[in-house]
């Protein structure tokens, strides 16, 4: 059966004076990791390293390419600082790299491509978010089957970092193209990683001149990076919508997509239309209750239809009421999480735990992966 493997490693600090500090790579990772990560989008199985030293580098690397099998997707980034000798070839700097002795204590190209070529996995991407990045096949090294690498500079270009965000400008638009769906530029659902340099590349070019992001690609056919992120769906009475949105508006702020209808729709075809298609393509329904919502025939009709259709619903209490047989006979096993309170933060967290939780079991149920 094959897996997903994405490694995230890279360094922010160094001990050679000659080297600046790369802050952005612990937000690199972080950012990155949490779409891979996410069964929605990525579906990758991540492990993260930051400022490992130069061998324990090299342990990671060599580990995270040992007994994998044809079918395994594998997914390497690396941010931080990179060299190029005298002779051009490229080394990945980490916490104890000595820039005059970089053959000795850096993570030279062609050990990192020779790791991939070596790989039993037959799809491979590497991401390279560092500067002179392009200069990854310089000389002699070739690219092995199977396998991609996005860069974020050319061989003699700097990558830049994004003062506003704290990441690198070129990661910063990678993880946008994935967060948004953006990066799916034939709308078919899936993010490939071709697209996703496409995406990407596009953005960096507009805002920096000088960085020019690359794709080098020899795999028979497109890897998937990701899928595109599915919203969560609020039902909830039009009494309650300033709690609604301030529901939406937290689970944006916390990389969810979600989806509230402010239309006031109603009558048969209308409602099939538009809010039958929104139940259709949500990951998960956050049920708001109240009063107003228990006794809502449209909050009961997106309920029933959320659950024929198999998906996930997540009870939330804005305003204590009753609970009706209707929904006590249908509904009540599911755990209701009570906000009505004046601070709901840990409700909240504990909301999005119990979501990314039941659809992380879901994805390994159903065994499928993008």
């Known amino acids: 059966m094959s897996a997903r493997y994405a490694l995230l490693i890279g360094s922010s600090s160094y001990e050679d004076p000659g080297f600046r500090e790369s802050p952005s790579a612990a937000v690199d990772i972080q950012r990155l990791a949490g779409l891979l990560d996410d069964p929605e989008i990525g579906d990758f199985e991540v492990a993260t390293h930051i400022d490992p030293t130069w061998s324990q580098a090299r342990?990671?690397?060599?580990?995270?390419?040992?007994?994998?099998e044809p079918g395994d997707v594998l997914l390497i980034y690396f941010t931080g600082l990179a060299a190029l000798d005298t002779y051009d070839n490229l080394y990945l700097c980490f916490r104890d790299t000595d820039r005059v002795l970089l053959a000795a204590t850096g993570v030279s190209a062609s050990f990192l491509i020779g790791l991939l070529e070596s790989c039993r996995a037959h799809r491979k991407v590497l991401i390279l978010e560092s500067v002179y990045s392009?200069?990854?096949?310089?000389?002699?090294?070739?690219?092995?089957?199977?396998?991609?690498?996005?860069?974020?500079?050319?061989?003699?270009?700097?990558?830049?970092?994004s003062t506003e965000q704290g990441a690198s400008i070129f990661t910063y638009y990678l993880t946008e193209g994935l967060r948004t769906g953006e990066a799916d530029i034939n709308s078919d659902g899936d993010v490939t990683f071709e697209e996703l340099l496409a995406y990407t590349k596009r953005r960096v070019e507009a805002r920096e001149e000088g960085q020019r992001p690359r794709l080098f690609n020899l795999a028979e056919h497109p890897i998937v990076a990701a899928k595109v992120a599915r919203h969560i769906f609020i039902s909830y009475s039009r009494a309650d919508t300033s709690f609604a949105i301030d529901i939406r508006d937290k689970l944006i702020s916390s990389g969810h997509k979600a989806w509230m209808d402010e239309s006031g729709i109603a009558g048969g075809e209308d409602w099939h239309i538009r809010i039958g298609a929104a139940i259709d393509e949500a990951k998960a329904v956050v049920a708001i209750l109240s009063p107003d919502a228990l006794g809502s025939t449209w909050v009961r009709r997106e309920l029933n239809y959320a659950d024929r259709t198999g998906k996930p619903i997540f009870p939330i209490i804005c305003k204590h009421s009753a609970i009706p047989g209707w929904y006590e006979l249908q509904f009540g096993d599911l755990q209701r999480l009570d906000f009505t309170g004046a601070n709901h933060q840990k409700e909240f967290e504990t909301l999005l735990d119990s979501i990314q939780r039941t659809l992380r079991l879901r994805s390994l149920s159903d065994g499928s992966s993008p």
């Not at 342990?59 to 994998?68: E, I, K, M, S």
């Not at 070739?142 to 396998?147: A, D, K, N, S, T």
């Open 59 to 68: 342990v990671h690397l060599a580990r995270f390419c040992t007994d994998r």
């Open 134 to 161: 392009g200069g990854i096949l310089r000389g002699a090294l070739r690219i092995p089957e199977g396998l991609v690498i996005l860069t974020a500079s050319g061989p003699h270009e700097y990558a830049f970092e």
